[in-house]
């Protein structure tokens, strides 16, 4: 049906006006519920500031359980694990990956005996455990090899779940993780634990602070992971990725990074309607943290404008190193 408006009759603006009619008409809205804080975790005493991510830090496990508290304290509802594996812990197997006592092991195992009621999701990829910084096992070539690094990620999400972890998020973008993960995890009775795939993970610039936090850009040097992870040009591959990781069993699935590429959010929450989540990754939080180190930007009003992008393209979690802040801002709003 055809419908004609003209002005003056219809002014869009009379909507606009007030604070009480902007938020009678508000399409979408952020709250806590929907943040997921990715934390990095060292085997050092306290706290180690991250230079490439101002208002970060590496956390022992004692540092964690404080943020697990704080985060019980702003209703956000649960936070994503990184370790900083020591060097020497490394190998080109990255069996330290599926060490029962490992790092990540016994930080899910601290959060879980103190914080039951907090959600725990650990990231599943080798990548930290590799001398190679590569997220799977390598051949003569360096051609990381698909299914003996399944087969790794298969133990170590199995050690994840051992230790009690909520929820394992393979990383790694091997083909048919997703599926062997799943039987592996039914298998051992881990009905429960669920599989957040990172389902259409790209191939992207963004990540270089990151790999600063975890202690992998030195063992990377020059290298990529362009055989693995997805091409940026690509939009309907990362449909058929999606797809396939839902068929295998995963229970939620993730785009990354965010905020360029909003546009497969969208795409990928109107074709499939199941949870679908974002990761604002480190070089998007570099980026705006630095602009506003500089006076270019205002820090609350932006990271809130850029969180609610995320919803608004159809995103229903935001993994984000902004997740404190932002939920004591919400607070603050009531």
């Known amino acids: 049906m055809s419908v004609s408006y003209q002005f003056p009759l219809t002014r869009p603006r009379r909507m606009r006006r007030d604070d009480f009619s902007r938020r009678m008409m508000r399409e979408h809205c952020l709250s806590a519920d929907d943040l997921i804080y990715p934390v990095f975790v060292h085997e050092l005493p306290g706290r180690a500031p991250i230079p490439s991510m101002p208002g970060v830090e590496r956390l022992s496990i004692d540092e964690l359980l404080r943020v697990g508290e704080q985060m019980l304290e702003l209703g956000i509802p649960a936070l994503d694990i990184f370790p900083v594996v020591d060097p020497a812990a490394k190998s080109l197997d990255a069996r330290e990956a599926w060490n029962p006592d490992g790092l990540c092991q016994r930080a899910v195992r601290a959060l879980k005996a103190r914080f039951p009621e907090l959600g725990v999701m650990t990231d599943v990829a080798l990548d930290p455990f590799t001398t190679h910084g590569q997220d799977g096992i390598i051949d003569e070539q360096g051609y990381v090899q698909n299914d003996i690094t399944v087969e790794a990620l298969v133990r170590q999400s199995q050690s994840h779940a051992e230790a009690g972890a909520d929820i394992v998020s393979p990383s790694d973008m091997m083909d048919g993780r997703i599926g062997a993960i799943r039987t592996a995890l039914e298998a051992g009775g881990h009905v429960h634990t669920r599989i957040m795939a990172y389902s259409a993970k790209y191939a992207s610039a963004f990540y270089g602070p990151f790999r600063d936090a975890l202690g992998t850009a030195g063992n990377l040097g020059k290298g990529n992971k362009y ?76 990271v809130m404008e850029s969180l609610l992008g995320f919803k608004r393209a159809g995103a229903d979690g935001i993994l984000t190193y902004f997740a404190l802040d932002a939920a004591a801002w919400m607070r603050e709003q009531g």
Do not use: H
Request: proline share 5%; with cysteine; glycine share 6%.
């Open 227 to 302: 055989n693995y992870q997805m091409d940026p040009a690509n939009s309907d591959e990362a449909l058929r990725e999606v797809a396939l990781d839902l068929q295998e069993g995963a229970d939620m699935v993730m785009v990354k990074p965010g905020m360029p590429y909003l546009d497969i959010v969208r795409r990928v929450k109107d074709e499939f309607q199941v949870p679908t989540f974002v990761y604002q990754v480190s070089g998007e939080y570099a980026m705006l943290k630095a602009a506003i180190q500089n006076g270019w930007l205002n820090e609350r009003a932006c």
